[in-house]
Structures are given as structure tokens and as C-alpha cells.
């Protein structure tokens, strides 16, 4: 099993930054790809990015790429996502996922999940 935690959310005006973190605990000497996915209020789960285990391969949502930039640092068992230049329509609950298999956009092929972090972007 694998726990991931989640924290960094907050308010912030738009054109703001935030640094989303998430830890990881339990069977984390697997090699695990890592993601991040957000959920605003009435639509489904959305993938934001991903990252191999290596570090040297990511993946971005459409329109991310440029403005967010997802890291790890494996020796502390630690993910990031930095957002800039937020806008309004970023606002949502923020999931750090975990997987084994394979790096992925596919929300289903994720078998680990934080709780979630609460970003909001106001106007």
C-alpha cells in the first residue's frame, strides 16, 4: 500500500502562484509513476501531469504546459506541482495519485490516492 498526502492548496488571486505538495509513505521503494489530477465543483476528474520515476519524463494537461511544472525528489519520497500564472478556471480539488505499472494520463490506471487540496483562484 501506498499513502499519499497532499497539502500547499489555498486562495489566491489570479496571475498568483502556488506549490502543491505531496508525500508519499508505505511501499514507496516501488518504482511509482507519479500524477496529478484536479476536480472542479460539477465536472469529472481531470488529469494536470504526470512524472516517471526517474524524474526525466512528464506529461502536462492541454494548455498547462508552460504554466505548471511537476517534480520529485525520491530521496525525500516527495512530489510537487508549481502553478503559475493561475487563472480562475484553475480552481478545484488537487489529487496526488500513484501507480506501479505505468506513466500515465488515465485516471483508472491509477491505484493510489491523497484526499485531495483545495485550490482556488479568484478573479
Known amino acids: 500500500q501506498v499513502q499519499l498526502v497532499e497539502s500547499g492548496g489555498g486562495l489566491v488571486q489570479a496571475g498568483g502562484s502556488l506549490r502543491l505538495s505531496c508525500a508519499a509513505s508505505g511501499r514507496t521503494s516501488s518504482r511509482l509513476a507519479m500524477g496529478w489530477f484536479r476536480q472542479a465543483p460539477g465536472k469529472e476528474r481531470e488529469f494536470v501531469s504526470a512524472?516517471?520515476?526517474?524524474?526525466?519524463?512528464?506529461y502536462y494537461g492541454d494548455s498547462l504546459k508552460g504554466r505548471f511544472t511537476i517534480s520529485r525528489d525520491n530521496s525525500k519520497n516527495m512530489v510537487y506541482l508549481q502553478m503559475n500564472s493561475l487563472k480562475p478556471e484553475d480552481t478545484g480539488v488537487y489529487y496526488c495519485a500513484a501507480n506501479t505499472q505505468v506513466l500515465t494520463t488515465k485516471t483508472a490506471r491509477y491505484d493510489y490516492w491523497g484526499q485531495g487540496t483545495q485550490v482556488t483562484v479568484s478573479s
Open positions: 512524472v516517471s520515476w526517474s524524474g526525466g519524463i512528464t
